[in-house]
Each structure stands twice: as structure tokens, then as C-alpha cells.
């Protein structure tokens, strides 16, 4: 979890000091009406919260409870119906601002028969980056996520989890200060989420601001500082999560292993104030995940056979690096909703009248470290995608590139 022993390390950045409000909402209405302009659907209903700089703040909530639809309304996609946002102090349709945010939405919306090495470099080009920065850059969150055995691969063949890869890594391309995640972990292995999970704190602990969407709650339990709980398009429940978990109808103490007789003693002081029905002595019990993890670990030292999975929590040298709020490519995220490739994207959705986070997968994966990859990346083919379907992925890409940077085809 950010802490702010953790935060205070990290040097500010340029104009911003740790407290600064990074999202502010007031009031916020959306009201989705139909075809004759008749309210169809509340889907945010009043809300008000504000995140502030390095922090990990869960938007949690049941099924169409507004959590889309507000990261929507963050990312200047959707306007909304009533109430304000500021983000960074500005709009969120100010182009400087959107330049600033990386989005992993749920669904990627990637060329098919690029593989992920032109696939970052696709969208390292629509934020202008300089030819060297990009491919440094994609090195670095290639093997970052974990992907660098399947390098030479279309991602269009990846499995779900290794997709999540690398939409984590397009989401970090530009470096962004504020990143909104929809459902990061999900398709991701144990390890996976754990380095995701790993990256979430890293990224925060360096400044950056994380916004995160997921119904794993016990994933949203291990990285968030503070939370929001859905219901209706309404908060239900707002606050830290240690003062909003906490239960102060008990108390724990956790110690080493006890003599008996210590414990003996322990307990008849208790008894004299506690009926003794209420009293519970156990041993605490770790997670499944840190169990899960250990066995694994475990086996590596034993250099015991595995899949190819490798992980050491690195991030990339860039993220580590601290970002000034006034880098970056102004028209970014703009470009980026329009870059969204046509022909593998997935059915429009309900937004669809706003523009579409073309990227809609990418700025935020970087979230972790280099995580293991799945083991049929190592015995793949290099490359697998039929040549001319590939050529016509580059070449519309780069048509793509071209129209939206008013340049020539390259
Ligand atoms: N474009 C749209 N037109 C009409 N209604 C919409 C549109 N987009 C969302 N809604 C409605 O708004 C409400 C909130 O949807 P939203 O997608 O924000 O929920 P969510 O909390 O993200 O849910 P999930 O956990 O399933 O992703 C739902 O009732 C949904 O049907
Ligand atoms: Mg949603």
C-alpha cells in the first residue's frame, strides 16, 4: 500500500506537491436518454470525490453501477449531464490533460498481426516520441510485462492474460501521470497479478496517480489507499480502506510463538475482563496468494522444471525515472481515440457516440514488473501471422499514423 514514509522518497515533480488533488469530481450526473431525448438510464447520479497525487483509489461497485461511465466522463470521452470535473486542474477534454492520462480499458483494441514491438511502436508514434525513445521504451515494457519471449509474435494469437500484458505496456508509453485501469488483472495468472499489483504500488510510490475499476476485491484490497463503493450510480461508501475495514469490536495482538505457560498467564488477565466464550486463540493464516507465490519461489530455487515463467519485479528505467507534468505529447490521447484500428475492434459500445479510446488499451500497464511469460510464448513459431495480412496491419497502421499527425506515410 502507498504510504507516505514511501511517498515522501520520491522526489516531486515539477509543479506538484504530494498533496495535490490530480481528479476532482462534484456533483457528477450522467443521464443516458433515448432516441426522442427521453431519460433512459441514470448512470451516475451525484457523485463527488477527488483523488489526489500518488494515490490508488479503487472505484468499486456492482454491475452497472456507473464505474465505466464515470472513468468515461474522466477521460473526457463522455460529457457529462450535470457537475463538474477537473482533472490536473483543467477539463478533461483539455488536450495537455489527456496527454497526462494512460487508460487500460477492459476490452484491447489492438491491430491483430502486429507484433508487440511494432504495436508499442504504433502508439509511441501517435505521442510523437522520437524514433530511440520509442524502441527504448518498448524494450523496456516488453520485458517489463513479461513478453519478451513472444516479441515476434502478433498479438492478434495472444491469450487473454499476455493481451492484458500488453495493453499494460501501450498504456505506459507515454509515461503518464494519471493512470486509469479497468480490471487490470483480469486473465492474468497468480504471478501476473502479483507484479501488476507490484507495479500499481511502484508507479504510485513514484508520484503517479492510479485509478483503479475491478471486481476483485481482494486484488483492490492489497494496492488501494482509499475506495469508493458503487450502488445505483450513487456512492454508497466512501473513505480509506483501513478505516472502512477496520473492526473495532475487537482487538488483535500478534505475536511469536508463545510458551504455554505465557499464554496461560496472558489469558487470565484477558479472563478477568472477558467472558471466556469470547476469547479466540489461533494461528494467523496467510493468503492463498502468498502461499501460492512461496510454493513457487520455492520451486525456482530448486531449479525445479517450469514453463519459462521468469520474474523479478523490474520497471521499466523510464517509469522509474520522474515525470515532468509538462512532457509529452500534447495531442496524445486525442490521437489515440481516433487510432482505435478498425477492423479488429470489437463491437461498438454503448458509448459509441462518444470517441472511443482508441487506446482504449493502453496507457496503464505498466504496471509491473516483468512478469513470467505464459508458457506457449517460448514454443511458438517467430512469427506466425500470414505476410500479407501483417503488411496490410503495418500498412493501414502507418495510413492511420500518418492522417492523424498530418504527415506522409512513412
Ligand atoms: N451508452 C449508453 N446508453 C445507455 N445506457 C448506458 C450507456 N452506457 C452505460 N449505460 C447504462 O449506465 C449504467 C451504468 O453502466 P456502466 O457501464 O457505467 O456500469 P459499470 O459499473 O461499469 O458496470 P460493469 O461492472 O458491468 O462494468 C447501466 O445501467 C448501463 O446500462
Ligand atoms: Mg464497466
Same mark, same amino acid.
Given at each position: 500500500m502507498n504510504t507516505p514514509q514511501a511517498a515522501s522518497l520520491e522526489p516531486a515533480t515539477q =509543479? $506538484? $506537491?504530494?498533496?495535490?488533488?490530480v481528479v476532482s469530481v462534484r456533483g457528477l450526473t450522467k443521464v443516458f436518454k433515448d432516441f426522442?431525448?427521453?431519460? @433512459?438510464?441514470?448512470?451516475?447520479?451525484g457523485v463527488d470525490f477527488e483523488v489526489r497525487r500518488g494515490e490508488v483509489f479503487g472505484l468499486l461497485g456492482p454491475n452497472g453501477s456507473g464505474k465505466s461511465t464515470t472513468v468515461k466522463m474522466l477521460l473526457g470521452l463522455l460529457h457529462q449531464t450535470k457537475g463538474h470535473i477537473e482533472v490536473f486542474g483543467h477539463s478533461p477534454r483539455h488536450v495537455l490533460t489527456k496527454s497526462r492520462i494512460g487508460y487500460l480499458p477492459e476490452e484491447s483494441y489492438l491491430y491483430?498481426? %502486429?507484433n508487440s514491438g511494432e504495436t508499442l511502436d504504433f502508439f509511441g508514434r501517435l505521442f510523437e516520441l522520437p524514433a530511440g525513445e520509442r524502441r527504448q521504451r518498448a524494450e523496456q515494457l516488453i520485458e517489463m510485462v513479461g513478453l519478451s519471449q513472444a516479441? $515476434?509474435? #502478433? !498479438?492478434?494469437?495472444?491469450s487473454k492474460g499476455m493481451q492484458r500484458r500488453i495493453g499494460l505496456a501501450q498504456a505506459l508509453i507515454n509515461d503518464p501521470d494519471l493512470i486509469i485501469l479497468d480490471?487490470?488483472? #483480469?486473465?492474468?495468472?497468480p504471478i501476473g497479478c502479483r507484479e501488476v499489483k507490484d507495479l500499481i504500488l511502484a508507479l504510485a510510490r513514484r508520484g503517479k496517480t492510479v485509478i483503479l475499476c475491478s471486481h476483485l476485491l481482494a486484488d483492490v484490497e492489497d494496492v488501494c489507499d482509499r475506495v469508493v463503493i458503487y450502488y445505483g450510480g450513487r456512492i454508497q461508501a466512501m473513505g480509506p480502506l483501513g478505516d472502512l475495514l477496520a473492526n473495532r469490536e475487537s482487538v488483535r495482538i500478534t505475536t511469536p510463538a508463545l510458551p504455554r505457560e505465557t499464554l496461560r498467564q496472558v489469558l487470565e488477565v484477558i479472563r478477568r475482563d472477558v467472558a471466556e466464550d469470547k476469547i479466540r486463540v489461533d494461528n494467523p493464516t496467510q493468503n492463498l496468494e502468498s502461499y501460492f507465490l512461496e510454493v513457487v519461489r520455492q520451486a525456482r530455487a530448486n531449479a525445479s522444471a517450469t514453463s519459462g515463467a521468469t520474474s523479478d519485479n523490474r520497471v521499466a528505467a523510464y517509469l522509474r525515472a520522474d515525470a515532468s +507534468?509538462?512532457?509529452?505529447?500534447?495531442k496524445l490521447l486525442e490521437r489515440l481515440t481516433q487510432a482505435r484500428p478498425a477492423e479488429t475492434a470489437? =463491437? +461498438? #459500445? +454503448? !458509448?459509441? #457516440?462518444?470517441?472511443? +479510446?482508441?487506446?482504449?488499451?493502453?496507457?496503464?500497464?505498466? %504496471? $509491473?514488473? @516483468?512478469s513470467p511469460a505464459p508458457a506457449p510464448v517460448e514454443t511458438a513459431p517467430a512469427v506466425s501471422a500470414p505476410a500479407p495480412a501483417r503488411e496490410a496491419d503495418l500498412k493501414q497502421a502507418n495510413e492511420k499514423l500518418s492522417a492523424l499527425l498530418g504527415k506522409k506515410p512513412q
Open positions: =509543479a $506538484t $506537491t504530494a498533496s495535490e488533488v426522442w431525448g427521453r431519460p @433512459k438510464a441514470r448512470a451516475v447520479d491483430r498481426y %502486429l516479441r $515476434t509474435r #502478433s !498479438v492478434g494469437e495472444f480490471e487490470p488483472t #483480469s486473465g492474468l495468472d +507534468p509538462e512532457k509529452a505529447g500534447d470489437p =463491437a +461498438p #459500445s +454503448p !458509448v459509441a #457516440s462518444a470517441p472511443v +479510446p482508441a487506446l482504449e488499451t493502453g496507457r496503464l500497464a505498466a %504496471l $509491473t514488473g @516483468k
